[in-house]
């Protein structure tokens, strides 16, 4: 991980408006540790990919995060760390400025 990447991630994320608690690193995750989901989960992803030429054109949001309609559910989840989704974290998005594609295996 470069740390100049690190950065400039950690510098979009609080442009976004995300209030950074704690350190960020690659295993903090996007909807669990970062609060980032629904219609925002959206917004963050397609900035994310304009910010840094990062195609996410495959990448299946559903998979990784909830639809608005359901954040009651969603916000249990988190608080239990028990959701069903895909965890996206912040070593996706580091690979993904690297790779300019958004791809989590």
Same mark, same amino acid.
């Given at each position: 991980?470069? =740390? !100049?990447? +690190?950065? $400039?991630?950690?510098? /979009?994320? #609080?442009?976004?408006?995300? %209030?950074?608690?704690?350190?960020?690193? %690659? !295993?903090? %995750?996007?909807?669990?540790?970062?609060?980032?989901?629904?219609?925002?989960? &959206? !917004? /963050?992803?397609?900035? /994310?990919?304009?910010? /840094? =030429? &990062?195609?996410?054109?495959?990448?299946?949001?559903? #998979?990784?995060? #909830? $639809? #608005?309609?359901?954040? +009651?559910? &969603?916000?249990?989840?988190?608080?239990? !760390?028990?959701?069903?989704?895909?965890? +996206?974290?912040?070593?996706?998005?580091?690979?993904?400025? =690297?790779?300019?594609? +958004? =791809?989590?295996?």
């Amino acid at each position: 991980m470069k =740390n !100049n990447d +690190l950065f $400039a991630l950690k510098k /979009f994320i #609080e442009d976004f408006g995300i %209030e950074l608690k704690e350190e960020i690193r %690659e !295993n903090t %995750e996007i909807e669990y540790d970062l609060r980032i989901t629904g219609d925002d989960a &959206v !917004n /963050f992803i397609l900035s /994310f990919g304009n910010k /840094f =030429n &990062v195609d996410v054109s495959s990448f299946q949001l559903t #998979e990784y995060f #909830e $639809a #608005e309609g359901k954040l +009651l559910p &969603v916000f249990f989840n988190i608080m239990y !760390n028990h959701s069903s989704k895909k965890k +996206l974290t912040i070593g996706h998005l580091l690979d993904a400025m =690297n790779s300019h594609i +958004l =791809n989590p295996i």
